[in-house]
Protein backbone atom coordinates (compact mmCIF):
# COMPACT_ATOMS: atom_id res chain seq x y z
CA UNK A 1 0.00 0.00 0.00
CA UNK A 2 1.55 3.37 -1.21
CA UNK A 3 -0.63 5.25 0.96
CA UNK A 4 -2.08 6.66 -2.15
CA UNK A 5 -6.04 5.82 -2.22
CA UNK A 6 -7.90 5.71 -5.48
CA UNK A 7 -11.36 5.32 -5.84
CA UNK A 8 -12.99 3.24 -8.05
CA UNK A 9 -10.50 1.05 -9.22
CA UNK A 10 -12.32 -0.25 -12.32
CA UNK A 11 -15.05 1.70 -14.16
CA UNK A 12 -17.01 1.12 -17.30
CA UNK A 13 -19.14 4.03 -18.93
CA UNK A 14 -21.01 4.77 -22.30
CA UNK A 15 -19.72 7.69 -24.90
CA UNK A 16 -21.55 10.97 -23.83
CA UNK A 17 -21.55 9.93 -19.63
CA UNK A 18 -19.83 11.27 -17.07
CA UNK A 19 -17.64 9.89 -14.43
CA UNK A 20 -15.01 11.24 -11.25
CA UNK A 21 -12.17 9.63 -10.05
CA UNK A 22 -11.10 10.74 -6.26
CA UNK A 23 -8.15 10.06 -5.18
CA UNK A 24 -6.67 10.72 -1.29
CA UNK A 25 -2.89 11.74 -1.62
CA UNK A 26 -0.77 10.06 1.44
CA UNK A 27 -1.18 11.71 4.78
CA UNK A 28 1.26 14.77 4.81
CA UNK A 29 1.50 15.19 1.05
CA UNK A 30 0.09 19.16 0.11
CA UNK A 31 0.39 18.13 -3.44
CA UNK A 32 -1.74 15.78 -5.95
CA UNK A 33 -1.12 15.74 -9.42
CA UNK A 34 -3.29 13.56 -11.91
CA UNK A 35 -1.98 11.94 -14.90
CA UNK A 36 -3.45 9.68 -17.92
CA UNK A 37 -1.85 6.79 -19.43
CA UNK A 38 -2.77 5.25 -22.26
CA UNK A 39 -1.15 2.92 -24.84
CA UNK A 40 -0.25 4.96 -27.52
CA UNK A 41 0.02 8.50 -25.19
CA UNK A 42 2.44 7.13 -22.42
CA UNK A 43 2.16 8.92 -19.19
CA UNK A 44 0.61 12.41 -19.77
CA UNK A 45 0.70 14.85 -16.52
CA UNK A 46 -3.07 16.20 -16.80
CA UNK A 47 -3.03 18.68 -13.69
CA UNK A 48 -1.57 19.32 -10.38
CA UNK A 49 -3.25 21.14 -6.93
CA UNK A 50 -0.89 22.49 -3.95
CA UNK A 51 -3.13 22.63 -1.05
CA UNK A 52 -6.41 23.45 -2.75
CA UNK A 53 -5.02 25.53 -5.19
CA UNK A 54 -4.61 24.74 -8.83
CA UNK A 55 -0.47 25.20 -9.15
CA UNK A 56 0.23 23.79 -12.70
CA UNK A 57 -1.84 22.30 -16.06
CA UNK A 58 -1.02 19.75 -18.59
CA UNK A 59 -2.69 18.81 -21.33
CA UNK A 60 -5.62 18.05 -20.18
CA UNK A 61 -8.96 18.65 -22.25
CA UNK A 62 -11.72 21.42 -21.46
CA UNK A 63 -14.21 18.41 -20.93
CA UNK A 64 -11.89 17.12 -18.00
CA UNK A 65 -12.02 18.92 -14.48
CA UNK A 66 -10.11 18.65 -11.25
CA UNK A 67 -10.53 19.92 -7.99
CA UNK A 68 -8.87 19.33 -4.01
CA UNK A 69 -10.39 19.94 -1.59
CA UNK A 70 -10.22 20.93 2.02
CA UNK A 71 -9.17 17.55 3.34
CA UNK A 72 -6.47 17.79 0.46
CA UNK A 73 -8.26 15.05 -0.97
CA UNK A 74 -8.65 15.52 -5.06
CA UNK A 75 -11.17 14.76 -7.47
CA UNK A 76 -11.09 14.33 -11.61
CA UNK A 77 -14.10 14.91 -13.46
CA UNK A 78 -14.21 13.44 -16.59
CA UNK A 79 -17.53 14.23 -19.11
CA UNK A 80 -18.66 14.08 -22.42
CA UNK A 81 -16.68 10.92 -22.42
CA UNK A 82 -15.70 9.43 -25.62
CA UNK A 83 -13.87 6.24 -26.20
CA UNK A 84 -10.08 7.91 -26.45
CA UNK A 85 -10.98 8.51 -23.13
CA UNK A 86 -10.40 5.14 -22.15
CA UNK A 87 -7.06 4.84 -19.92
CA UNK A 88 -5.35 4.44 -16.75
CA UNK A 89 -5.86 7.40 -14.56
CA UNK A 90 -3.31 7.80 -11.74
CA UNK A 91 -3.26 9.64 -8.81
CA UNK A 92 0.11 11.14 -7.37
CA UNK A 93 1.34 13.26 -4.10
CA UNK A 94 4.31 14.96 -3.19
CA UNK A 95 5.93 16.00 0.30
CA UNK A 96 5.56 20.46 0.56
CA UNK A 97 9.48 20.50 0.37
CA UNK A 98 9.19 19.58 -3.31
CA UNK A 99 9.88 16.68 -5.56
CA UNK A 100 13.17 15.94 -4.03
CA UNK A 101 11.47 14.27 -1.83
CA UNK A 102 9.79 11.68 -4.24
CA UNK A 103 6.60 11.01 -5.95
CA UNK A 104 4.03 8.42 -4.53
CA UNK A 105 1.60 6.78 -7.34
CA UNK A 106 -1.76 5.60 -6.58
CA UNK A 107 -2.62 2.07 -8.01
CA UNK A 108 -4.44 3.90 -10.49
CA UNK A 109 -8.69 4.03 -11.67
CA UNK A 110 -8.85 1.83 -15.48
CA UNK A 111 -11.65 3.54 -17.36
CA UNK A 112 -13.40 1.98 -20.14
CA UNK A 113 -15.91 3.87 -22.24
CA UNK A 114 -17.84 1.93 -24.46
CA UNK B 1 11.01 22.28 -20.03
CA UNK B 2 12.05 18.82 -19.20
CA UNK B 3 12.19 16.05 -21.22
CA UNK B 4 13.52 12.58 -21.21
CA UNK B 5 13.72 10.07 -23.64
CA UNK B 6 14.29 5.98 -23.06
CA UNK B 7 16.06 4.52 -25.77
CA UNK B 8 14.45 1.13 -26.83
CA UNK B 9 11.14 0.34 -26.25
CA UNK B 10 11.75 -3.01 -25.39
CA UNK B 11 14.44 -4.75 -24.61
CA UNK B 12 14.95 -8.48 -24.29
CA UNK B 13 17.64 -10.10 -21.72
CA UNK B 14 18.03 -13.94 -20.38
CA UNK B 15 17.66 -14.17 -16.82
CA UNK B 16 21.12 -14.01 -14.66
CA UNK B 17 22.52 -11.58 -17.32
CA UNK B 18 23.03 -7.59 -17.24
CA UNK B 19 19.97 -5.13 -17.30
CA UNK B 20 20.69 -1.37 -18.97
CA UNK B 21 17.98 0.18 -19.72
CA UNK B 22 18.87 3.62 -21.24
CA UNK B 23 17.47 7.13 -20.26
CA UNK B 24 18.48 10.40 -21.44
CA UNK B 25 16.99 14.13 -19.61
CA UNK B 26 16.83 17.52 -20.95
CA UNK B 27 16.76 19.94 -18.45
CA UNK B 28 17.86 23.60 -18.29
CA UNK B 29 18.34 23.30 -14.22
CA UNK B 30 19.74 20.99 -12.10
CA UNK B 31 16.98 18.03 -12.31
CA UNK B 32 15.78 15.51 -9.91
CA UNK B 33 15.78 11.63 -11.83
CA UNK B 34 13.59 9.07 -10.87
CA UNK B 35 13.18 5.58 -12.21
CA UNK B 36 9.72 3.88 -11.77
CA UNK B 37 8.52 0.30 -12.54
CA UNK B 38 5.11 -1.09 -13.16
CA UNK B 39 4.07 -4.28 -13.56
CA UNK B 40 1.28 -5.73 -15.01
CA UNK B 41 -2.13 -4.25 -13.77
CA UNK B 42 -0.25 -2.20 -11.63
CA UNK B 43 1.07 1.20 -10.31
CA UNK B 44 4.09 2.96 -10.37
CA UNK B 45 6.48 1.80 -8.21
CA UNK B 46 9.35 3.86 -7.10
CA UNK B 47 12.77 2.06 -8.16
CA UNK B 48 15.20 5.01 -7.10
CA UNK B 49 15.67 8.39 -7.45
CA UNK B 50 18.33 10.76 -7.48
CA UNK B 51 18.10 14.56 -5.91
CA UNK B 52 22.07 15.89 -4.73
CA UNK B 53 25.32 14.10 -3.68
CA UNK B 54 26.18 10.68 -4.51
CA UNK B 55 25.71 10.26 -8.52
CA UNK B 56 25.66 6.06 -7.92
CA UNK B 57 22.45 5.81 -6.96
CA UNK B 58 21.22 2.33 -5.25
CA UNK B 59 17.44 1.38 -4.94
CA UNK B 60 15.12 -1.56 -4.24
CA UNK B 61 15.54 -5.09 -5.98
CA UNK B 62 19.36 -4.44 -6.93
CA UNK B 63 18.84 -2.05 -9.50
CA UNK B 64 20.97 0.97 -9.37
CA UNK B 65 21.26 4.25 -11.74
CA UNK B 66 24.27 6.77 -12.51
CA UNK B 67 23.79 10.23 -13.11
CA UNK B 68 26.21 11.69 -15.91
CA UNK B 69 25.22 15.34 -15.80
CA UNK B 70 28.11 15.70 -19.03
CA UNK B 71 26.30 12.88 -20.83
CA UNK B 72 22.85 13.88 -19.47
CA UNK B 73 21.94 10.21 -18.97
CA UNK B 74 20.49 8.43 -15.73
CA UNK B 75 21.29 4.67 -17.01
CA UNK B 76 19.49 1.76 -15.14
CA UNK B 77 21.14 -1.31 -14.23
CA UNK B 78 21.24 -4.57 -12.53
CA UNK B 79 23.82 -6.84 -12.37
CA UNK B 80 22.06 -9.86 -12.92
CA UNK B 81 18.09 -10.35 -14.19
CA UNK B 82 15.57 -12.36 -12.82
CA UNK B 83 12.45 -13.57 -14.02
CA UNK B 84 10.43 -11.43 -11.29
CA UNK B 85 11.85 -8.03 -13.26
CA UNK B 86 10.10 -8.83 -15.88
CA UNK B 87 7.99 -4.72 -16.25
CA UNK B 88 7.98 -1.95 -17.64
CA UNK B 89 10.23 0.55 -16.63
CA UNK B 90 9.90 4.73 -16.64
CA UNK B 91 12.34 7.21 -16.39
CA UNK B 92 11.44 10.25 -14.70
CA UNK B 93 12.20 14.11 -14.46
CA UNK B 94 11.32 16.66 -12.45
CA UNK B 95 12.03 20.47 -11.13
CA UNK B 96 11.49 21.71 -7.78
CA UNK B 97 7.87 21.17 -6.77
CA UNK B 98 6.80 20.34 -10.87
CA UNK B 99 5.49 17.85 -11.95
CA UNK B 100 7.18 14.54 -13.57
CA UNK B 101 7.34 14.31 -16.70
CA UNK B 102 8.22 10.47 -17.88
CA UNK B 103 9.63 8.76 -21.10
CA UNK B 104 7.84 6.92 -22.92
CA UNK B 105 8.68 3.50 -20.88
CA UNK B 106 10.52 0.26 -21.82
CA UNK B 107 9.23 -2.76 -21.36
CA UNK B 108 11.83 -5.12 -20.26
CA UNK B 109 11.28 -8.60 -20.86
CA UNK B 110 13.56 -11.75 -19.42
CA UNK B 111 14.24 -15.11 -21.37
CA UNK B 112 14.62 -18.68 -19.15
Known amino acids: DSGVTQTPKHLITATGQRVTLRCSPR?????VYWYQQSLDQGLQFLIQ???????AKGNILERFSAQQFPDLHSELNLSSLELGDSALYFC?????????????FGSGTRLTVV | AQSVTQLGSHVSVSEGALVLLRCNYS??????LFWYVQYPNQGLQLLLK??????LVKGINGFEAEFKKSETSFHLTKPSAHMSDAAEYFC??????????FGQGTRLTINP
Open chain 1, 92 to 104: ASSRPTGGGNGYT
Open chain 1, 27 to 31: SGDLS
Open chain 1, 49 to 55: YYNGEER
Open chain 2, 27 to 32: SSVPPY
Open chain 2, 50 to 55: YTTGAT
Open chain 2, 92 to 101: AVSVGAQKLV
